[in-house]
Nanobody, 119 residues
Framework: QVQLVESGGGLVQAGGSLRLSCAAS????????MAWYRQAPGKQREFFAA???????DYGRAMEGRFTISRDNVRNTIYLQMNSLKPEDTAVYYC?????????????WGKGTLVTVSS
C-alpha cells in the first residue's frame, strides 16, 4: 500500500508562482516513478510530468519550461515548481506513483490539490 498526499495548491494571480508537493508513505520501496497529472474544469485528466528515483523525466504535451518537476528520494517527495502562472493553468493537480513510468497506468493516486489562477 502506498499513500500519496498533495499540498501547495491555492489561489494565485496570473504571473505568480506556486510549488506543489506530493509526499509518499507506506510501501514506498515499490514506487520508482512518481508523476503529476492535472484536470482542468470541464476537461479530462491529462498526464503532465513524471520522474523516477534516478531523475529520469517524462513530459506531457502541456509541460513547459516555466514548470519544473523534481524529486527528493530521502523525503519520498516530488515537487512541481510552477512559475508565470496563467489562468489556463487552473486545475486540480493529482500525484500518482508506480513501479515505472506508465502515463495512464499508474497504480497509486492522491486526492489532488486545487490550483486557481486569477486573471
Amino acid at each position: 500500500q502506498v499513500q500519496l498526499v498533495e499540498s501547495g495548491g491555492g489561489l494565485v494571480q496570473a504571473g505568480g508562482s506556486l510549488r506543489l508537493s506530493c509526499a509518499a508513505s507506506g510501501s514506498i520501496f515499490s514506487i520508482n516513478a512518481m508523476a503529476w497529472y492535472r484536470q482542468a474544469p470541464g476537461k479530462q485528466r491529462e498526464f503532465f510530468a513524471a520522474i523516477t528515483s534516478t531523475g529520469i523525466t517524462d513530459y506531457g504535451r502541456a509541460m513547459e519550461g516555466r514548470f519544473t518537476i523534481s524529486r527528493d528520494n530521502v523525503r519520498n517527495t516530488i515537487y512541481l515548481q510552477m512559475n508565470s502562472l496563467k489562468p489556463e493553468d487552473t486545475a486540480v493537480y493529482y500525484c500518482a506513483a508506480g513501479p515505472e513510468i506508465k502515463r495512464y497506468g499508474m497504480e497509486y493516486w492522491g486526492k489532488g490539490t486545487l490550483v486557481t489562477v486569477s486573471s
